[in-house]
């Protein structure tokens, strides 16, 4: 099964830039669907990003498009979660986890369909 690891949160201020590290082991990306969420305190988890099995596909939330990318030069074990323009409704814990997919169909943006999650990496944006 695959275990992550996430890291790279901190505060900063609003307009301010993080890269998020996700490290994988017990399994590859190729296998998987990968998908970095977010939950802020009192809300839902919520998915940020959702990367295809190949890295081909890519899907992001309205709300951080243009500003939050998974680049698509990741290394075999690791995911970034490149953010920028960052604003204080961005504030949350932000966690990774993955889904086996076989086709680009099988991409999804539930949480419930996801697994292997790690402890989350806190990302704090002051105005």
């Known amino acids: 099964q695959v275990q992550l690891a996430e890291s790279g949160g901190g505060s900063v201020q609003a307009g301010g830039s993080l890269r998020l590290s996700c490290a994988a082991s017990?399994?590859?990306?190729?296998?998987?669907?990968m998908g970095w969420f977010r939950q802020a305190p009192g809300k839902e988890r919520e998915a940020v990003a959702i990367?295809?099995?190949?890295?081909?596909?890519?899907s992001y939330t309205d709300s951080v498009k243009g500003r939050i990318t998974i680049p698509t030069n990741n290394a075999k074990n690791t995911l970034y979660l490149q953010m920028n323009s960052l604003e204080p409704d961005d504030t949350a814990m932000y966690y990774c986890a993955a889904k086996f997919c076989r086709y680009v169909t099988d991409m999804s943006y539930r949480p419930a369909d996801f697994a292997g999650w790690g402890q989350g990496t806190q990302v704090t944006v002051s105005s």
């Open positions: 990367i295809s099995r190949s890295g081909s596909t890519t």
């Open positions: 017990g399994a590859t990306f190729s296998n998987y669907c």
